[in-house]
């Protein structure tokens, strides 16, 4: 989604601007531009439909040593990809990055008689409304964003530029990140603190209705209502090459082939195997309050939301007197759902920057229910709003499918389960084989991919010219087959859906045909018999299956079969997802198609 950058400092603005914006590629965009502002007064800017590198091109004939500057990669809202529309955006002195939605940019538009418009944009709308208090120079800068936001509605995180006085940046945000690097004789700004890695490690996150003025030495936060706010300066964790390919062609197999060391991160100081415990710090909630819990609300949007999905079946085999419900943001923010006392709600997101995510937290908390963070990017709007968390520590995703994150969620979230049945004094006997497991899990994890990557890689290049796939599972292979489903379908375009195997007859196996291909995962145990027979019915009907099982027996006739050696028998589900997760990689690279950033998405969804 949009990505913001800006610089005020001694260096030349339009590198780090270039260098920040493509390190924000990865989180999708269609068009991108800068502006530089000169110690004469003026502007350079520059605007590109397409990729960093159509910008760049631009570049060559407008170098300039400007010491100040914001950028931007736009992801089209309002109105198309195109030059017009991309930003900064202007008018009068001023230039404006944007994230967010303004939604009351119509009846404002129409109070804006003096600007001439030249895209469709709501950003340009903000931008002229701000230039409309700040022409008159009644106001400074800063006050004529305060007067302007004060009739926003909305989102935004946004950073201005005025030609009359290029020594200063003012940012605010509402519902779009916004960080602040702090740097020796120079501060930067960006939507993403990964922007800064390398530049500088000191980073100040600014809050929902907060507006900051930057210089290259000076850093002045206040609230819209003019309350200054002490800033608080906290540590970017990220290094370098967790940013970097490390040597593979693509982010989205670096963070497959990651999931072994992301998940030790996890686990790290939070599993007991000589007791069978777990301990998890960050949920802060008391052994009475833990032992209270009747009912969990899990919330999250896409792999999250089938993070959250897989972690109920396990959490309910082991915690016998609590309801767990797992629910997609988007709708549930807009329900009207009853939440019984002494509910907890887990907020699962990956970026923890999620609109739809970030307003369930918000209604949640209204409704004075207790928030679990199950977050991956530190210092990130659900991270810091929730009441209390477990950081996944899965360390960044840069590929827009994500993968890591969905395996370390998952089992932050089983610990959480734990903790709760620790509190209700559930006997160890029960959670120890849970414990034992996850501590086994990333070796597992290392094995499964290690022995099965040819042969997934060998299997897509003969899958990839179908359209259409089913993905199949029940029990927990069902939310298995969901993120199966997701990911082949975002990555490589094919459409793939997921059902349980027991809704079969119920309408898709009317789907079964020459054009499809039917992924089935066949975890030993309690239903595998009844799977079995599932896909007994699919192959009477001619379909093409492929088989993801642990049984090293299987012999059915299908099509092509991956047998996962493990000695797991509980989180079996996990390591086929881990089969799922390579054949989309390798049926999208057959295809020739971008498989870090697809067509139409985004990595964070900040608007809704
Ligand atoms: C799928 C994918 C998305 C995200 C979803 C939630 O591969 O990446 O479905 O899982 O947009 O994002 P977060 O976890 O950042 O809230």
């Known amino acids: 989604m949009c ?18 914006l493509k390190r924000l590629e990865y989180r999708g965009y269609d068009s991108a531009g800068i502006v530089t502002v000169s110690e004469k007064n003026e502007a350079t800017l520059i605007r590109a439909k397409g990729k960093i590198s159509d910008l760049e091109r631009k570049l060559i004939d407008n170098r300039r040593d400007d010491k100040i500057g914001i950028g931007h990669t736009r992801w089209a809202t309002h109105g198309e990809p195109s ?42 709308v903000l931008v002229a409304l701000i230039d409309s208090f700040y022409k008159d120079g009644e106001y400074l800068l800063v006050d004529a964003v305060v007067q302007a936001l004060k009739l926003v509605q909305g989102t935004y995180g946004i950073a201005v530029v005025s030609t009359k006085n290029p020594d200063e940046i003012v940012v605010a945000r509402s519902g779009s990140p916004l960080v602040i690097g702090v740097g020796q004789d120079e501060t930067l700004i960006a939507s993403d603190a990964s922007a800064l890695v390398g530049h500088t490690k000191r980073a100040i996150y600014l809050n929902d209705g907060e507006v900051a003025v930057i210089k290259k030495n000076s850093i002045e936060i206040k609230t819209l209502n003019a309350e200054p706010v002490s800033a608080k300066v906290e540590e970017i964790e ?82 016998p007197e609590i ?45 004075g229910v207790k928030t679990i963070g199950i977050v991956n990017v530190i210092g990130s709007t659900i991270a810091r709003e929730v009441d209390g968390g477990t950081y996944v520590h899965a360390g960044p995703e840069i590929s827009v499918a994500s993968t890591k994150a969905f395996t370390s969620q998952v089992i932050a979230m089983v610990m959480f389960g734990m903790t ?16 034992d497991e996850i501590a086994k899990l990333p070796d597992e994890i290392k094995n499964v991919l290690a022995g099965n990557r040819e042969k997934v890689k060998e299997i897509a290049g003969k899958y990839k010219k179908y359209d259409h796939a089913i993905y199949l599972g029940r029990d927990t292979a069902y939310p298995t087959a969901m993120e199966g489903a997701l990911k082949l379908k975002e990555v490589s375009y094919t459409d793939a859906n997921a059902y349980a195997f027991g809704e079969l007859k119920h309408g898709p196996l009317a789907l079964v045909d020459d054009r499809f291909f039917e992924t089935a995962f066949l975890p030993k145990g ?83």
């Open 323 to 367: 309801t767990i419900e797992t629910v997609i943001a988007s709708e549930y923010r807009y329900r009207q759902a009853y939440i019984p006392k002494n509910s907890v709600a887990l907020i699962v997101s990956q970026s923890g920057e999620t609109a739809d995510t970030l307003a369930c937290l918000r209604e949640i908390k209204k409704q």
């Open 420 to 435: 709760i049945a620790q509190a209700k004094g559930v006997r160890n006997t029960i959670l120890k084989p849970y414990v």
């Open 3 to 20: 990505g913001i950058v800006g610089y005020v400092g001694e260096k030349r603005a339009q590198d780090f601007l270039v260098s920040g």
């Open 83 to 124: 030059e017009a529309n991309a930003h900064p955006h202007q008018a009068g002195s001023l230039y404006m990055v944007h994230n967010g939605i303004i939604e009351n940019c119509k009846e404002l538009k129409k109070t804006l008689k003096g600007h001439q418009f030249k895209s469709d944009t709501d950003s340009e």
């Open 526 to 608: 309690m239903l595998y018999e009844k799977a079995i027979s599932n896909v007994q019915e699919v192959l009477a009907r001619g379909g093409h299956v492929i088989a993801v099982t642990n049984n090293a027996k299987f012999d059915l006739k299908v099509d092509d079969t991956i047998k996962i050696d493990t000695q797991l028998e509980i989180f079996v589900p996990i390591l086929m997802n881990l089969i799922s997760q390579l054949f989309a990689y390798y049926v999208t690279v057959a295809k020739g198609y971008n498989v870090d950033q697809p067509r139409n998405l985004a990595k964070s969804v900040t608007v809704e």
């Open 238 to 319: 990220t290094n370098l090459s967790a940013i970097q390919k490390g040597g593979y062609d693509h982010f989205l197999l670096k963070e497959i082939m990651e999931q072994p060391d992301s998940l030790v991160e996890t686990l790290r100081g939070r599993v007991d195997v000589d007791n069978g415990l777990v301990h998890l710090g960050g949920p802060g909630l008391s052994e009475k309050e833990l032992r209270g819990i009747q009912h969990l609300i899990i919330v999250g949007c896409g792999t999250a939301y089938h993070a959250g999905m897989l972690a109920a079946y396990y959490i309910e085999q082991f915690t």
